[in-house]
């Protein structure tokens, strides 16, 4: 069993900034993958930016140049931070963890979401 805790998330105005936190935890060998997702009403969950064990990243269009993801492989943690943000990235945000576990099975993880809110 993996779980994921998610933080950081909040009311914010335009332009501002938000740093969100995803720890994975529990029965993890290996993570291959670390990222996040969003899903605003009405709209389809879509990917906003991944990072792989090692280092590489890919990002969402809409928020290259805005928003930085980075990991820490020691505390299985993923952070995006996010500058500059508009009322359009108000969503909320799914962490996700791809990786192997303990018994040797691959994993797909979700968090439970965090809101963001970029409203003034």
């Known amino acids: 069993q993996v779980q994921l805790v998610e933080s950081g998330g909040g009311l914010v105005q335009p332009g501002g900034s938000l740093r969100l936190s995803c720890a994975a935890s529990?029965?993890?060998?290996?993570?291959?993958?670390m990222g996040w997702y969003r899903q605003a009403p009405g709209k389809q969950r879509e990917l906003v930016a991944t990072?792989?064990?090692?280092?590489?990243?890919n990002y969402a269009d809409s928020v290259k140049g805005r928003f930085t993801i980075s990991r820490d492989n020691a505390k299985n943690t993923v952070y995006l931070q996010m500058n500059s943000l508009k009322p359009e990235d108000t969503a909320v945000y799914y962490c996700?963890?791809?990786?192997?576990?303990?018994?040797?099975?691959?994993?797909?993880?979700w968090g439970r979401g965090t809101q963001v809110t970029v409203s003034s």
């Open positions: 996700n963890v791809r990786g192997r576990n303990t018994q040797q099975y691959d994993f797909a993880s």
């Open positions: 529990g029965s993890i060998f290996s993570i291959y993958a």
């Open positions: 990072i792989t064990s090692g280092g590489s990243t």
